[in-house]
């Protein structure tokens, strides 16, 4: 083998040392090619001094705006003192002067600089540097409430929610199961985005200007599977992904709960179950049945209940265009829900022509009434409209009937000095049914059975419904029973018309009305007569009532009310006082009960005792009062003044006062009683109470000593009672029947006892001898023969026992043995050997004497 090189061989070399300065300068290249290739790019902003960047954001350096740059430059942190700190990284700008800087794994404050010590400035001497901070990224989809949710339904709606530190970006959005057109159709139908593009190659959609807040995706005709939306801003690192599963259609059963009727007039409830859905379409009516059909839009998304109400007020049905004020959501306690629920009408069919309302008020009949999911096909006119549902689940009917006679009508009084705003008032008041009413006490007249509930929509307790009642036809009058010879009655009324006074009323339970009783507080604006003057109180539903047609029609209910100027007076039983402390003086008044009256007893230069008794009603139906002093240290015949005085205002016989005089009074004295009630005889473990009555019958308190004793143990637990005049007590104790025998208790409350004993018994089959069968009761009894003829032979009649037979040994002895178990034999409950044992001992007796004769012999 030869040592020298060929061509061959010189020929390879040469081309690999070719290949190797291919290779530089191929590097070289790549090298000085970065900054020309980045200045190419599409960059996201353009450093300017103090500028502030997102992590990941490409950022375009421009050195022609470099006051003192070379096109050699440096990124470096920032030191305590401003100046150029730690190099991070180095670089050359292209030959345009450019360079791209890719900010990402940057996260602090930076410049750039043009040597170790030196930052670069622009013309005005401002350094370039910069903030870098990382951009986070938060989705996720939420309800109407902004809770997260994971699921939606098909065909539904779902709330995306964005939340960043930045304020305003864009962002690229992909989804598996979704290609881009699929994508944008979900992101673009709501047409919240400003800017939607789709890139299809790379199956993503781009949102520009997204800040803060939710957005609307629909899922209309999407399948029901998983989606994870991943979201990546376009310009920096930040990320994340929002999973929703869009589930089937739940099947809600929607339904009404009850087959609703009213009066015309009424605010008649439709009592719906929507099952949990969130959408519901109700149609009321069939208008080629009634002449009248309303679509209705129910939504109870963010109502908890599934059942509540639809409620019609039948007063304003097809009285204006689009029915704006017919239909309100209610729950079932009939409380106004539409801050949750809304009921709208989707459209309205009341006429054959273009006008958009009934021309009438609607007629008493039946409404078809049918519940669904959603309209299938519909025409939103509000005259002429009309729709079918696609899913009808519910029927029921609405009877609407004529209205009816009223109820009775009532009045009532309360004490002036109380106020009557509203219900509240009213409770807390003292109220009295009664037909007489005193001047400046309340007037109040009840209605029952009244009705047009429709009326009172909007109507809050205490409110005046004067003007209502006048709109609706509805009449308030009082007529003057008796005005005399030759005089025509006073008539006061709601109008003041026709020579009538006027009144006001306001409705004390306005809000509260369902229909039942209406209370009415009437204001006669001094216009009433109170020298003792009846009046008829008449309510009438008048023709002018849209349901009234005629006068004949009309339906009315009154009640009778006598008006009397107030007064207070002392019963002639007041001209003599007891000397006693708590002695009482006893007055009567027509003022309302509960009117607190003030009373004075004073005698010159000996006392003055004072009292505010309160009015009330006695046995007899009469309005009195009853003042109590302290007049027990003075002597009896002393004199004083009894004065009694009304302070309600304007009253001029306010104030009566008598001359009393002070009598030997009887000292009121206590009157104690005390009983025990227990059962005589009961069984073991049986339950069994004694039950102890504590009575003052007396006049007078009394404090007593109490007990109660159960066998010598005392179980009252307390040693004395308090008991007012009149006042009774009963206390219980259980008794202890575990075990036979007696049970002996004692009671006793002052010098009063009573007392008593308690069997406690095996009860039947335990053995107890209340009686026995005694077959050999008289072992001698002689009821056989004699054949000693003992004629006077016990015949063994014992009470309690029954002696079966004679005497089986005949009566050889004579009477010895004839009545020696005679009266033994008697006693019912005998431990003594049974007849049948006596007559066996005999016979042995008898055998074994007679075996010893015959030994003998």
């Not at 902003?45 to 006051?67: F, K």
């Not at 719906?272 to 009248?292: C, F, K, L, P």
């Not at 958009?356 to 409404?367: A, F, H, K, R, V």
């Not at 008041?429 to 059975?449: K, P």
């Amino acid at each position: 083998m030869t040592s020298e090189t060929t061509y061959r061989e010189k020929g390879r070399a040469v081309v690999l040392a070719a290949l190797m300065v291919l290779s530089v300068v191929a590097m070289t290249a790549s090298f000085a090619g970065t900054a020309a290739a980045n200045h190419g790019t599409t960059t996201d902003t353009t450093l300017e001094a103090a500028d502030t960047l997102w992590s990941g954001q490409e950022v375009l350096i421009d050195n022609n705006t470099i006051y003192n740059g070379d096109g050699s430059l440096q990124v470096r942190t920032i030191d305590d003192n401003g100046d150029p700190g730690t190099l991070e990284e180095e670089f050359t700008v292209d030959n345009g002067g450019h360079y791209v800087l890719d900010t990402s794994g940057l996260d602090g404050e930076f410049g750039i600089a043009v040597n170790r010590t030196a930052w670069a400035n622009d013309s005005n001497g401002n350094g370039y540097t910069f903030e870098v901070t990382t951009q986070n990224l938060n989705t996720t989809f939420v309800d109407s409430n902004g809770d997260t949710i994971s699921e939606v339904e098909k065909g539904g709606t779902a709330d995306l929610k964005f939340d960043s530190n930045r304020g305003v970006y864009s962002v690229n959005v992909t989804a598996d199961n979704l290609d881009s057109s699929e994508l944008k159709t979900v992101l673009n139908d709501s047409g919240e985005f400003d800017e939607v593009s789709a890139d299809s190659e790379n199956d993503r959609v781009t949102l520009k200007n997204i800040s803060d807040g939710t957005y609307e995706l629909s899922f209309a005709d999407r399948d029901t599977t998983d989606f994870t939306f991943d979201i990546e801003v376009t310009d920096t690192t930040a990320a994340d992904s929002a999973p929703i599963t869009v589930t089937a259609v739940e099947e809600n059963e929607r339904s009404f709960t009850d087959s609703p009727s009213g009066e015309q007039g009424d605010l008649v409830v439709m009592p719906v179950d929507t099952d949990g859905a969130a959408n519901s379409v109700v149609q009321v009516g069939d208008y080629e049945e009634t002449n009248y059909e309303v679509g209705l839009n129910i939504s109870a998304s963010d109502y908890d209940e599934d059942q509540f109400g639809i409620a019609m007020n039948t007063l304003k049905a097809g009285q204006t265009q689009g029915e704006p004020s017919t239909f309100m959501p209610v729950s079932s306690e009939g409380e106004d829900i539409s801050n949750d629920v809304s009921v709208d009408v989707a459209y309205v069919n009341v006429s054959d022509d273009t006008s958009s309302t009934l021309g009438t008020y609607l007629g008493n009949g039946e409404y078809l009434l049918t519940i669904g999911d959603q309209w299938d096909t519909i025409d939103t006119d509000n005259g002429n409209g009309s729709a079918t549902i696609a899913n009808q689940q519910d029927t029921t009917f609405m009877l609407l009937q004529e209205r009816s006679a009223l109820g009775e009508t009532g009045s009532q009084t309360a004490p002036a000095n109380d106020n009557l705003a509203d219900m509240d008032d009213y409770e807390d008041a003292t109220v009295t049914e009664t037909t007489t009413i005193a001047q400046q006490d309340h007037l109040i007249v009840t209605v029952d059975d009244l009705g047009m509930t429709g009326a009172f929509v909007g109507t809050s307790n205490g409110d005046d419904v004067t003007q209502k009642f006048r709109n609706n036809g509805i009449s308030v009058e009082f007529v003057q029973e008796n005005p005399g010879t030759n005089r025509d009655p006073q008539v006061l009324n709601l109008t003041g018309n026709d020579g009538a006074d006027s009144v006001n009323i306001t409705a004390l339970n306005g809000g509260d009305y369902a229909g039942s009783e209406l209370i009415l507080e009437v204001d006669g604006n001094g216009n009433f007569s109170y020298d003792t003057e009846a009046y008829e109180a008449n309510v009438t539903v008048t023709e002018a009532n849209p349901f009234i047609e005629t006068s004949d029609d009309e339906v009315s209910s009154s009640t009778s009310i006598t008006l009397e100027k107030r007064s207070v007076d002392w019963l002639d039983s007041a001209e003599e006082v007891p000397a006693l402390d708590g002695a009482t003086a006893d007055g009567e008044t027509n003022v309302a009960p509960g009117t607190e009256l003030r009373t004075r007893a004073r005698s010159s230069g000996n006392f003055v005792e004072n009292d505010e008794p309160v009015v009330e009603v006695a046995d007899d139906g009469d309005r009195v009062f009853t003042a109590e002093f302290n007049l027990g240290d003075y002597e009896p015949g002393t004199e004083f003044d009894l004065r009694v005085r009304d302070v309600v205002t304007n009253n001029p016989a306010s104030t009566v006062e008598i001359t009393s005089t002070l009598v030997e009074g009887e000292t009121p004295e206590a009157d104690i009683s005390v009983s025990g009630s227990a059962p005589s005889e009961v069984a073991v473990d049986s339950d069994a109470t004694l039950t102890v009555t504590i009575a003052n019958d007396g006049d007078a308190a009394a404090t007593v000593d109490y007990s109660a004793i159960v066998d010598e143990t005392d179980v009252s637990e307390k040693g004395e009672l308090q008991l007012d005049a009149g006042e009774e007590v009963t206390k219980e104790y259980t008794l202890d029947t575990s075990s036979e025998g007696e049970i002996s208790w004692d009671v006793s409350a002052g010098d009063a006892s009573d007392s008593g004993t308690v069997t406690v018994t095996k009860g039947s089959g335990s053995g107890s001898d209340s009686g026995s069968s005694d077959s050999g009761g008289d072992s001698g009894g002689d009821s056989g023969g004699d054949s000693g003829g003992d004629s006077g032979g016990d015949s063994g009649d014992d009470s309690g026992s029954s002696d079966s037979g004679s005497d089986s040994s005949g009566d050889s002895g004579g009477d010895s043995g004839g009545d020696s178990g005679g009266d033994s034999g008697g006693d019912s409950g005998g431990d003594g050997t049974p007849g049948f044992g006596v007559g066996v001992a005999l016979v042995a007796l008898l055998g074994a004497a007679m075996l010893a004769l015959r030994r003998e012999n």
